[in-house]
């Protein structure tokens, strides 16, 4: 039987290091194989970039999109201007089924906007989330959200929730995930407002809700599902990239008299993936979109985009979108009309 | 010259081991000299606790107070009905001039109620908000708010920032500190409803306004004043409190192999200080209130509330509350009545 090669629709105008990172990448993950790539962008720049490289007997095409959304630009009003921007065309590969995936680098907005807009998201889900684990020493522990929604209402916590323990479940095997909101102290009065009311909301839910938790609980694995706005999900997973990197040149200095510098390597090596967990997968699809779309960190070079793909791949392989589909009709506790109302 | 004793009123009933460790503390204080402590509590248990200890020759005295506010309790709503609990006293004691000094590991909330109640905050300073430098890997870089203050107001940012300068340029000795706002992003469209508005103010502030950063920049010390909201930065400074205790355990094992078990200590003692970097102090003054006011964490032990009576002490000694009313004043260009009224 011939394998089915997985087809994924690389945006290569999102992220820092487009456009040139972005096709080294792809590049890179149509050489290891079993992915078709479509790269999406404008076709002189594919042109250009494909040059540098021996392509002949990779499976790669190319889609002209010659507009793109830049990362100082309003998403929503920027693809109001540039419906034929890269993230649009790639988002009506997937919707039209001619990719089973599309993979960018960003902006997150952009390819949020596209994604709603064109994709739409699955039934009981109102936006869609980024999330996953954040840090290698909690590896049971699923942050939602991590930068999709920076302003939430309570009801929106707790789609996060859900969605956090279908992935729990799913993804990590744990068949009745612990969650959490993450606070300012344990006790119900603590929280702004948008994590007071979210309380209530959560302590009737039917999730294993185990209260608030404070950020010290994190990295001890406290809770499987830790729930908090996008914007502070955000903050948290950078601040862990920027601390593990300043760990690690630290840590570099301090064990310098002891040990021989490959040993060293060895130790900061392994600390520096245990605090950006979420950069050893490359990417993490769009969760409760209606199709598989990964968005990858902006600042992705070559090798983290080629994981961005890969994980695209193992989404449409493990039909994650069908199981989480399947997951959440499985939830008939909470009553999501109603929370909605609110 | 008789030196003259720093008078500091101890609140003895806040605080996760309340009591006990508060007693211990505050008598751990007075052995190391120069502080006059006044016990501020219920004499039973105050009695009880000084029992324990030789206190004969050791400036301590004690005031009744029967009433405290717990920390699951809304503090304005107990504070109304305990006008007598222990903060209140305490604050009372400062605001008379019998104590130059208070201090109290919690509940935060109800200390701050107390000072601004009791109290009141500097002229240019609607809230009085918590803050400094959390992290031993950016030692110049001060955050605020980090827990005082969990629901802002654009305007609110904009007074955290002012007052953020004035700790750096008189404790860190920067003349002129550089000030970002956290957001999921550098560009100015980027960040929730709060810091897109407050961008706006920031940017005519005539602050050194070096525009927004993100959770990766603060290690690296990319700007002297990082500024968010009380619900972020107490989540920061606790994330990395965790984080900081599981990667001295993990580098403990990762380390056996390789060293002596005294030296291993050496490179994880550093680094939980460097993480704990607020620990290191014990707790910091309430900033902007009119008079010292130093809360420490709620999880301090004795020696942590030594160092937060200490702090008192400091913040007495160097005059920080005329000092901070003074730079206060040097800044012109901020128009406060302006920014107020929005």
Redesign the interface.
Known sequence: MVRQLVRIAVDIMGGDYAPDEIVNGAVLAAQRGSVEIILVGPLSIICTQLSKHQVAQLPISCIGADEFVS????PVLALRRKSEATVNVAAKLVKTGEADAMVSMG?T?AVITSALQLLGTLEGIERPIIGGPI?G??PNTVIVDV?AN??CKPHQLLNFALIGCVFARKFLNISDPSVAM????V???????L?RKAYQLFLHSGLNFIGNI???????GRANVVV?????G??????????G???AT??KA??AP??PPE?INL?TT??LS??NWADVFGGGPLLGVDGVVVIGHGSSHALEVAGAINQAKLAVETDFVNALKSELAKFPKISIPLVYSK
Chains 1, 2 share one sequence.
């Open positions: 990362e100082d630009e309003s902006s907005g840090l020493f909690a930068g920076v302003d993450l606070s300012v102290g006790e119900p009065a603590k929280g702004n407002n994590v404070e950020g010290r609980d994190i990295p001890l908090c706005d996008g914007f502070v955000n903050v948290l997973v950078k601040f862990c990239e920027g601390l990197t300043t760990m630290w840590l301090s064990l002891y040990m040993e130790v392994n600390l245990l605090a």
